[in-house]
Each structure stands twice: as structure tokens, then as C-alpha cells.
């Protein structure tokens, strides 16, 4: 560690260019210790974009980012800012004589650093572009310095009054916006590196005594004679962040004066902002483009967002060397995701692209109020500049392809076979009320040998198996591993719980893994024509004293949009394994031949002991568990795990007078649930009414598990409907996970050491066009175990009338009887919607044996404004209900109520709140939910998250899985005096929900 973050007091990891926490790069220099209860700490999950103002030891150049095409000039410097360079004054101060012997040692000084630059520059760049080596992502360009056209300072009192520059753009400022008489500065910019061929621009830089106005200024920027308020999509204005180099998407709008067009944009406050228009020839796009065939890339996990970035790469520049999994490393974010505003924010991103595409990446960040504008630019990239355009939003990330006169083409890294490609409209996609998204466009022609068959080697696809012989038996899984910033994946112990620098000696076989989520994927992007006939190697190549290799391969055919797994038996490892007395590092390369050319490969390399060697010594990572213990256990006949019980945990939506009849039922392998709605009373004019009727059936697992052997499980999710007008975005949905040890008190939740490995079955969508189904399978190995383990299997369910979680609780070497087996759930028939709509009922204190919320005393509800409008659409997927949050100093005590509103019913997945207690964290308790009517809703215990810098307990997360109808609501904590809040909160406390909409 070489030192803190002068912006957010995070520690600096070895290495780190970039602070993980807030985005800002490290100091050049050694930076001043700061105390570690005084420092300003971030929360880690909900990255915020780094401010403009910036300590001048850890400035940097910023790179030269167009808000419309995102084209760098050829050379680029930049010694100073546009502001720095004109705002530099010389001082007269006396001249004094120099010495000519300090001019010769000087010179010398100067030919040798020359020298040294040569040659270690040359060797610098040899080894980035040489054969099979990683190119290393430089964080940021070097800008040219700015000519400025026309500048203009004059004083603006609280009257108001406008700025006029000579060439017609003109700022206002309305009665009220300042306080105080002030000089106000305003600069235009030369504006040519930031527009091309096809768009003409102009760059401001506005300064101002107030950071923020009372009133918003008004900027008019004048624009070509042929526009017209029809054609305000074809002119985008931003915020420019001189940092990062990304742009913030501003609602703007065309307006008629005295018969010319303006551009007319609002803002709150002055920064460099930019004003790109497309000349008259690209102003609309065509009715359709595309789609563009781009290689295609499946995330793991939570990494959509790497598996986009990977594709537009790819798409731009292909490397053999640079894989989805080397992206999570550098950029150094986990599974959790990479939001909209970090997307944007992120400088490692640029630094990224930049290396691996020799372009600088254009991101822009869009609220909800510009979708329009954004949907029009998504066109214009895709039919005018033929380029893939990546959205990051909410959650997920996906790549924009084609479109036509009413849909969108996508390419989905959680594409299942046969599901590459998604097509729909902008709100059949999903996209319709995400409050910002963030496009990432890579400013280069599609690459001529960009791969459209493409391998991938997912997180869990290649695994070692050590059978049971004096030691422990072991499975050692290849994992990505976001922490290891060098390559991006590490070799992960079963056994040992934790990462392993080697692979024991006592391996016997190599394995790959194949199952719905994990694997070797061979993808073809094709968007038609005859299947692609593939040739797939498998090579490993030990770089010991005797060179030893091993290769096998296998045909086949993939269809184009769609994807097969790599399947070959276990290869033992005494077909590659150098018989060299040392640790012996080997390669492991698959490789996909199409028409006798390798089109695309990925590979990774471990490092195996000699054979006969002891277990590795291994090295903890934060956030696992071991899950085995050392001492051999006899296990029984039929399996070590016996099950022990089936425990339902059933919920049902509360009835309303919108929608009622709600009805749910969980047995031994199947879920069924149902409900009602109308529009009568409770949308404007509506008389529409119908019901919706979910159901999901799994293969249940066997009463019986052995340790190691592999558990396989089936989920299918189907609904119907009936109605007589309207729709609902509705449906049935499910997933399993496992768990060792969870809480007694809580079996069903979900926790940071929980295995899920059955992903989401979606069977959502609009009501009027149901039925839809949907399935997938999922396998995983049995875990080990020790006497008084538990075991739990848990399938979630959920539908239009309630959630059901099955628990299937095992114990190790269990002697309960086995329950009985195979009771279905109750067939559920939708009651009429005429002759069932119900008042709401009175809400009734929620069972949960968990502590009494009434230890710590919770103040009477006071008049707050919630701190979240959320979304009025309704849809299946997991979204962000309020959050209240800051990128400032966390302190202790929460002083006032967090509070938040729900227009409709939504069911609450997750809720977390901040401790970060001056870098020490709390000893995780229970959160719960009181809504204003006096109904508590939970408490829910809390499991405790490493926050930054490793402070264990810094964030406490709680599952509830509940519903909870429109209201609004109040946060309560069990420990308010760790509770985080500032002045940027107003004395509430830091926390996040998220739900789904119901």
C-alpha cells in the first residue's frame, strides 16, 4: 500500500492507478497519511461520478471525448487546461545569471534522459505490441491545448441579465438565479476535436462565483437555418467531464426566434458543457440499419457489463490475448455491476478501450428525460457510422445492433442458446423507465478479422479434481477474480475455502464443466446462413524443462444465434504433467477453427506441483467461506446429506381494491399462485379486468446426496391469462440456490456465501400477449461436510398472487426420518374479477421470529418529502426502489427519518444500510420497514459486507423477500448511532432497496 486517496481517504492497493472507490487517480507523489477515522469513505456498491474539483497533485490530462463521435486528433498534447493556460499571469521578478558549466551539465543531463527514453520507451512499446503478450490500458489521453474564439466577463446581480458573445450564443439569467452582483465569465471553445465530417459543435467554459443558481440560466445557442422543433433530436447538449472525459446528456429543446432556430438549455449550475448538432445530410436516420454482426460474448455472473465492453473491443479490434475475464481484473469491479453513472464515470473504462482498441471510447450518460434523443442516437451510430453502441442500465448491460421502423436488435451477454440476439421495441425491451443509462461507443470501423465464431471460458468452466487419499479430497475451480487486477481469474480450493497459488501434486484429472451457466461456449454471431461447421482444440502446454503437451478437439456445428458448450471426458493429468522435481507453470488454450483458420482463442495458465506434494499453502479471500473440514468423515450407504425436512415459506400479495383475490400454493416440486385486477375505479376511464394465473414446476432433489456427486435440477415457469381489455406486465419466475449453515431463523435467505446455480426462469412479460414459458437447468457439486452441517436447497417461485420459497433442509449424516415425498402443490383456478374486487384490508403486523424492533426506540413520524419518486411502469425484473446515498465524508448517527415512496405494490428483495463506523464497521443486526399506517414489516436480520479498504461489516444487507403496498415508508435500523449520514443526506441514513414491481 503506498498510500490514500486525496479525494475519498480510500487506501491504495499496490499498484492501483485509480481509487476503486470514488474513480480518482492516485497521486504521482506520496500523499499525506490520513487518519483513518477521519477519512471520507464512499460506499463501494453505489459508485457516484467523481466531482469536477480536484486536487492539483492528483490531476491528470483528460482525454479528448466527443459527445457525438468521440474522433481524437492524431497528436493530441495538452501542458495545461484551456482555463490554466489563459489565466496564467507573469510576474516580473529579477533575472539572474547562470552559469555556462550548469548549461553544459545540463545538456548532459538532458541527451542522457533522452537516451534512457529511447531506449526504454522502444522496449516499452516492443512489449506491448509484441506476439501473446496482454496489452497494459494506459488511463487517460493527452489533450491539445484549446484556442478560445470569443470570451466575454460582465456582472450579474439578482435583476438577471444576459451575456452575449460575438458569435450569437447568448446566456440569461433570470431575476433571482444569483444572490449577489458577481462577475460571470463565458468562454467559447474551439470545438474541432470534439465534432468530424458529420457534426458541427460548440465547447463553453462558464465560471461564476456560485457553484449552484437559485434560478436555472438559460444558454440559446444558435443553430443552421433548416432546423425546425421537429428536428430536436438531432442536436445534443452535455455536460463535459474534463476528468473522465464523459459526457452528461441534458434535456434540450428547439425553439423559433425572430425566425431562426435556437437550441435552448437549462442548467443549475456552470461547467464546460458541449453543443454538437449532425449537418442536415445525417439530421435523420433511416427508417432501418443492421443489425451489424459483432463477436459475441456471455457474462458470468454479474458481469454483463465486461461482457459488453468485450464486444465492443472485439468488434473494433481483435486480440487473442485480451479475454472478458482480463476486463474484470483491470477495471477491478466484483459481480455486484457496474452501474449507469460509474459507466460513465470510470476512467480505468477509457484506459481499457483505449489499449485494446487504439480509440478513445465516447460515453454518454442519459437521464430519463432525453430517452428520446437517446433512442435517436442509437440509429444515427448504427446506420450512419456503423458502430455497435453498448447500454449500460440499472442492472444489466446489453449491445445495441440494428433496429427498424418499431424495434430495437440487442445482442444479450445472458443469452441463452438460441437467444444471441433479442429484438423488440424500446419498452418490450425493458428500457422505458430507467432513470440514466450509459452508451459506450468505441469511435472505429468494425474490424475486418473481428471474430464471429467466438470461445469463451466462463467462470467455473475448468476444475481439478484431488481424490481422497491421505489428505482431504479437493475440486480446485478456475474462477474470475475481479481482485486480481494482473489477469483477472485465480484457482479457487473447494476444500480449502480459499484461492490457491498452485495446484496440489495430488490432481488426478482435469475437468471441464459443462451446465446452464458455466463452461467453454462457442458462440456464432451469424445473423443467417448455413450452420458453421467448428473445429475446437484444446492444448496445454507445460513451459517446464521438457515441454510437455497434451491436445485434444472436437467438431461441431453451430447455428448461426446461437451458442453450444464444449464437452470433451476428464483428461488425466499425467498426460501433460512434466515429470520436472518443481512446480511447473503450463498454458491452457482452446482454440475455434472455421474453414481451416483459427478465428478466435482464449486461454489461462496454473501452475502444478510436482506430483506426490502436500496441499498448497493457501491464501484467504475476503468473503469465503471453507465449506470442509480436514478430518476424513464415514459417511452412510445412501449419501452423506439426509434429508430432514421440507419447510414452505409462502407469501401472498395483499389484496387491494385493484387487485384482489391473490392466492399462492407450494409443495414437493411445484408452485402455483393466481389473482385479479380491474381498472374500474382505479385507472382514469378504464373499465378493463382480467386475471392472471402462474405456475412453475422443478425436479425436486433426491432425499439422499453424496459429497461430490453432481446435483442437476429443472425449473419451468409458465403463464396465462384472461381479461377483457388492458394488459399487465406480469408473470411466474423462479431460481434455486444452496446454502451451508445459514441462520436457523432464516433458512430461506440468501446469503454472501450462497451457490446459486439454477439462474432466473422469466416467464414475464405483457399479459395480452401470454401464454409465455420459459426453463432452465442448472447443475452443481454437492458440497462437503461435517457432522451437525446443514444443508439447504432453496427453489424461489413467484407469481401474480404471492412467492413461495421451497426449503429442502439436509443435514450431515443426518438420522431424522426422510418426509415424504412428492406432495404437489394445490391447483390454483383465478377467481372472477366481477365478483371478488375486495376493499383494501386493514395491514396486520408481520410474524417474523426475529428480535423485537421495539428495543431501540424509533422517533414519531414527522413531515419528511420522500426521498424517492419510483417508476410507475410494472415489470419482472430486480430495480432500485429509493436510495440515499453521498460521495462525501460518512458520519455517524442518523438523525432523521429515512423515508421513501411507492406509487404501486412492489416486492422487496434487498435492503442495505451503511456502517462505516470511522473505518470500523457494526456487528450486523436487523432492519425493518413502518410504513405510515403503523404496519412494521419485518425485522429482518442482516448479514454484514466488506466495505472499502476491507472494513468488514461496513454494509448491512438484508433480504426480505416481502411485498408491500403503495405507501409511504420509513427505514428503521437497529443501530442508529452507526448508522451513516452527512450534510448531503440531511441526518438520514445511507441505505438502498431494491425490488420488484408487482
Known amino acids: 500500500?503506498?498510500?490514500?486517496?486525496?479525494?475519498?481517504?480510500?487506501?491504495?492497493?499496490?499498484?492501483?492507478?485509480?481509487?476503486?472507490?470514488?474513480?480518482?487517480?492516485?497521486?504521482?507523489?506520496?500523499?499525506?497519511?490520513?487518519?483513518?477515522?477521519?477519512?471520507?469513505?464512499?460506499?463501494?456498491?453505489?459508485?457516484?461520478?467523481?466531482?469536477?474539483?480536484?486536487?492539483?497533485?492528483?490531476?491528470?490530462?483528460?482525454?479528448?471525448?466527443?459527445?457525438?463521435?468521440?474522433?481524437?486528433?492524431?497528436?493530441?498534447?495538452?501542458?495545461?487546461?484551456?482555463?490554466?493556460?489563459?489565466?496564467?499571469?507573469?510576474?516580473?521578478?529579477?533575472?539572474?545569471?547562470?552559469?555556462?558549466?550548469?548549461?553544459?551539465?545540463?545538456?548532459?543531463?538532458?541527451?542522457?534522459?533522452?537516451?534512457?527514453?529511447?531506449?526504454?520507451?522502444?522496449?516499452?512499446?516492443?512489449?506491448?505490441?509484441?506476439?501473446?503478450?496482454?496489452?497494459?490500458?494506459?488511463?487517460?489521453a493527452v489533450v491539445s491545448t484549446t484556442q478560445v474564439l470569443s470570451s466575454k466577463t460582465q456582472t450579474v446581480g439578482p435583476d438577471g441579465g444576459s451575456i452575449v458573445l460575438d458569435t450569437g450564443v447568448k446566456v440569461?439569467?433570470?431575476?433571482?438565479?444569483?444572490?449577489?452582483?458577481?462577475?460571470?465569465?463565458?468562454?467559447?471553445?474551439?470545438?474541432?476535436?470534439?465534432?468530424?465530417?458529420?457534426?458541427?459543435?460548440?465547447?463553453?467554459?462558464?465560471?461564476?462565483?456560485?457553484?449552484?443558481?437559485?434560478?436555472?440560466?438559460?444558454?440559446?445557442?444558435?443553430?443552421?437555418?433548416?432546423?425546425?422543433?421537429?428536428?430536436?433530436?438531432?442536436?445534443?447538449?452535455?455536460?463535459?467531464?474534463?476528468?473522465?472525459?464523459?459526457?452528461?446528456?441534458?434535456?434540450?429543446s428547439v425553439v423559433m426566434t425572430d425566425g431562426k432556430p435556437e437550441l435552448v438549455v437549462e442548467a443549475t449550475h456552470f461547467s464546460w458543457r458541449i453543443f454538437e448538432w449532425f449537418k442536415k445530410n445525417y439530421g435523420t436516420p433511416p427508417t432501418a440499419a443492421g443489425p451489424l454482426e459483432i463477436p459475441y460474448y456471455s457474462q458470468s455472473g454479474g458481469y454483463c457489463w465486461a461482457a459488453t465492453l468485450q464486444m465492443l473491443n472485439e468488434a473494433a479490434h481483435h486480440s487473442e490475448v485480451n479475454e472478458e475475464f482480463s476486463i474484470i481484473g483491470f477495471v477491478g469491479i466484483d459481480d455486484s455491476g457496474l452501474g449507469a453513472r460509474a459507466a460513465r464515470s470510470y476512467p480505468s473504462i477509457s484506459g481499457l478501450i483505449s489499449a485494446q482498441t487504439r480509440a478513445w471510447p465516447e460515453r454518454l450518460l442519459w437521464s430519463m428525460k432525453t430517452q428520446s434523443a437517446l433512442r435517436t442516437y442509437i440509429r444515427r451510430q448504427i446506420a450512419f457510422q456503423g458502430r455497435p453502441v453498448g447500454l449500460i442500465f440499472g442492472t444489466h448491460a446489453w449491445v445495441f445492433v440494428g433496429y427498424d421502423a418499431t424495434s430495437f436488435d440487442v445482442m444479450d451477454p445472458q443469452g441463452q442458446s438460441g437467444d444471441i440476439y433479442k429484438s423488440g421495441t424500446w419498452e418490450r425491451l425493458g428500457l422505458g423507465?430507467?432513470?440514466?443509462?450509459?452508451?459506450?461507443?468505441?469511435?472505429?470501423?468494425?474490424?475486418?478479422?473481428?471474430?464471429?465464431?467466438?470461445?469463451?471460458?466462463?467462470?467455473?468452466?475448468?476444475?481439478?479434481?484431488?481424490?481422497?487419499?491421505?489428505?482431504?479430497?479437493?475440486?480446485?475451480?478456475?474462477?474470475?477474480?475481479?481482485?486480481?487486477?494482473?489477469?483477472?481469474y485465480s484457482w479457487y480450493s473447494k476444500h480449502l475455502g480459499a484461492v490457491v497459488p498452485t495446484i496440489t501434486g495430488e490432481a488426478t484429472e482435469l475437468r471441464i464443466l459443462v451446465s446452464s451457466e458455466n463452461g467453454i461456449e462457442i458462440a456464432n454471431s451469424h445473423w443467417g446462413g448455413a450452420p458453421a461447421a467448428v473445429r475446437v482444440n484444446l492444448e496445454i502446454q507445460g513451459k517446464g524443462p521438457n515441454k510437455t503437451h497434451y491436445s485434444t478437439g472436437v467438431d461441431l456445428s453451430v447455428k448461426p444465434r446461437e451458442m453450444e458448450r464444449f464437452k470433451i471426458p476428464e483428461i488425466p493429468v499425467s498426460a501433460f504433467r512434466d515429470p520436472a522435481p518443481v512446480p511447473v507453470e503450463y498454458s491452457l488454450r482452446v482454440r475455434v477453427v472455421v474453414g481451416g483458420k483459427v478465428v478466435d482463442d482464449a486461454g489461462v495458465t496454473f501452475v502444478l506441483e510436482p506430483g506426490g506434494t502436500p496441499t498448497p499453502t493457501l491464501s484467504r479471500t475476503p468473503g469465503k467461506t471453507p465449506t470442509a473440514t480436514t478430518e476424513a468423515v464415514v459417511a452412510p450407504a445412501q449419501g452423506e446429506w439426509v434429508l430432514q425436512a421440507i419447510v414452505p415459506h409462502v407469501t401472498k400479495a395483499e389484496d387491494s381494491a385493484c387487485y384482489f383475490g391473490n392466492r399462492v400454493s407450494l409443495g414437493d416440486g411445484s408452485f402455483s399462485s393466481s389473482g385479479s385486477w380491474t381498472d374500474k375505479g382505479c385507472v382514469e376511464g378504464g373499465s378493463a379486468s382480467g386475471s392472471i394465473h402462474c405456475t412453475c414446476a422443478w425436479s425436486a432433489p433426491a432425499s439422499y446426496l453424496k459429497v461430490g456427486s453432481t446435483l442437476s435440477m429443472d425449473l419451468s415457469c409458465q403463464a396465462t391469462a384472461s381479461q377483457t381489455g388492458g394488459r399487465r406486465s406480469t408473470g411466474a419466475q423462479g431460481w434455486v440456490w444452496y446454502t451451508v449453515n445459514p441462520p436457523e431463523n432464516n433458512l430461506a435467505g440468501r446469503f454472501s456465501w450462497s451457490h446459486k446455480f439454477v439462474q432466473d426462469v422469466l416467464a414475464t412479460g405483457w399479459s395480452d400477449q401470454f401464454p409465455v414459458s420459459a426453463a432452465r437447468s442448472g447443475s452443481t457439486e454437492v458440497p462437503g461436510g461435517s457432522k451437525g452441517d446443514v444443508l439447504v436447497i432453496v427453489v424461489f417461485t413467484g407469481g401474480q398472487g404471492g412467492i413461495g420459497h421451497q426449503v429442502y433442509k439436509y443435514a450431515y449424516q443426518g438420522t431424522d426420518p426422510v418426509p415424504p415425498r412428492g406432495i404437489p402443490a394445490e391447483g390454483?383456478?383465478?377467481?372472477?374479477?366481477?365478483?371478488?374486487?375486495?376493499?383494501?384490508?386493514?395491514?396486520?403486523?408481520?410474524?417474523?421470529?426475529?428480535?423485537?424492533?421495539?428495543?431501540?426506540?424509533?422517533?414519531?413520524?414527522?413531515?419528511?418529502?420522500?426521498?424517492?419518486?419510483?417508476?410507475?411502469?410494472?415489470?419482472?425484473?430486480?430495480?432500485?426502489?429509493?436510495?440515499?446515498?453521498?460521495?462525501?465524508?460518512?458520519?455517524?448517527?442518523?438523525?432523521?427519518?429515512?423515508?421513501?415512496?411507492?406509487?404501486?405494490?412492489?416486492?422487496?428483495?434487498?435492503?442495505?444500510?451503511?456502517?462505516?463506523?470511522?473505518?470500523?464497521?457494526?456487528?450486523?443486526?436487523?432492519?425493518?420497514?413502518?410504513?405510515?399506517?403503523?404496519?412494521?414489516?419485518?425485522?429482518?436480520?442482516?448479514?454484514?459486507?466488506?466495505?472499502?479498504?476491507?472494513?468488514?461489516?461496513?454494509?448491512?444487507?438484508a433480504r426480505p423477500d416481502t411485498i408491500i403496498p403503495a405507501g409511504v415508508y420509513t427505514v428503521i435500523d437497529s443501530d442508529p448511532d452507526t448508522w451513516a449520514q452527512n450534510e448531503d443526506t440531511g441526518g438520514r441514513g445511507m441505505s438502498w432497496g431494491y425490488g420488484i414491481p408487482r
Open 172 to 252: 440569461v439569467f433570470p431575476a433571482g438565479a444569483v444572490t449577489r452582483s458577481m462577475d460571470v465569465s463565458v468562454k467559447q471553445l474551439d470545438a474541432s476535436q470534439f465534432v468530424d465530417e458529420q457534426t458541427s459543435g460548440i465547447l463553453l467554459d462558464c465560471s461564476a462565483a456560485m457553484s449552484t443558481f437559485d434560478r436555472p440560466v438559460e444558454f440559446h445557442i444558435p443553430l443552421p437555418a433548416w432546423f425546425t422543433p421537429r428536428d430536436a433530436d438531432a442536436v445534443l447538449a452535455g455536460v463535459w467531464d474534463e476528468t473522465t472525459g464523459a459526457v452528461q446528456i441534458e434535456p434540450s
Open 433 to 488: 423507465d430507467w432513470d440514466e443509462m450509459t452508451t459506450v461507443v468505441v469511435p472505429q470501423p468494425l474490424a475486418s478479422d473481428r471474430p464471429l465464431v467466438t470461445v469463451n471460458i466462463k467462470d467455473g468452466a475448468v476444475q481439478f479434481e484431488k481424490p481422497k487419499t491421505s489428505t482431504p479430497a479437493d475440486q480446485i475451480n478456475f474462477q474470475w477474480d475481479y481482485t486480481r487486477r494482473d489477469v483477472g
Open 828 to 957: 390454483l383456478t383465478p377467481l372472477a374479477p366481477e365478483s371478488t374486487a375486495i376493499s383494501t384490508p386493514e395491514p396486520t403486523e408481520t410474524e417474523t421470529p426475529t428480535p423485537e424492533p421495539t428495543a431501540t426506540a424509533t422517533p414519531p413520524p414527522v413531515p419528511v418529502e420522500p426521498a424517492v419518486t419510483p417508476t410507475e411502469e410494472y415489470g419482472a425484473g430486480e430495480r432500485e426502489i429509493f436510495v440515499v446515498t453521498s460521495i462525501h465524508t460518512a458520519l455517524n448517527g442518523a438523525s432523521e427519518l429515512t423515508r421513501f415512496a411507492v406509487v404501486h405494490r412492489w416486492l422487496v428483495t434487498r435492503i442495505r444500510t451503511y456502517h462505516w463506523n470511522n473505518g470500523r464497521g457494526a456487528e450486523p443486526g436487523w432492519i425493518a420497514l413502518r410504513a405510515d399506517d403503523g404496519t412494521i414489516y419485518g425485522p429482518w436480520w442482516a448479514v454484514g459486507e466488506v466495505g472499502s479498504g476491507g472494513v468488514a461489516n461496513a454494509y448491512w444487507e
Open 1 to 140: 500500500m503506498s498510500g490514500y486517496c486525496g479525494f475519498c481517504g480510500a487506501p491504495q492497493g499496490e499498484g492501483e492507478r485509480f481509487c476503486r472507490q470514488c474513480g480518482k487517480p492516485f497521486p504521482t507523489t506520496a500523499a499525506p497519511v490520513v487518519a483513518a477515522a477521519q477519512r471520507a469513505e464512499t460506499p463501494r456498491a453505489e459508485q457516484a461520478a467523481p466531482v469536477r474539483e480536484q486536487a492539483a497533485s492528483t490531476a491528470l490530462p483528460r482525454p479528448p471525448v466527443s459527445a457525438v463521435n468521440g474522433t481524437a486528433p492524431a497528436v493530441l498534447r495538452r501542458a495545461t487546461s484551456p482555463r490554466a493556460a489563459e489565466d496564467k499571469v507573469s510576474k516580473a521578478t529579477p533575472r539572474r545569471r547562470i552559469s555556462p558549466l550548469w548549461i553544459i551539465l545540463a545538456t548532459l543531463a538532458l541527451l542522457a534522459v533522452l537516451l534512457l527514453c529511447v531506449w526504454f520507451g522502444g522496449k516499452a512499446l516492443l512489449t506491448r505490441v509484441g506476439i501473446g503478450r496482454r496489452t497494459t490500458p494506459s488511463p487517460t
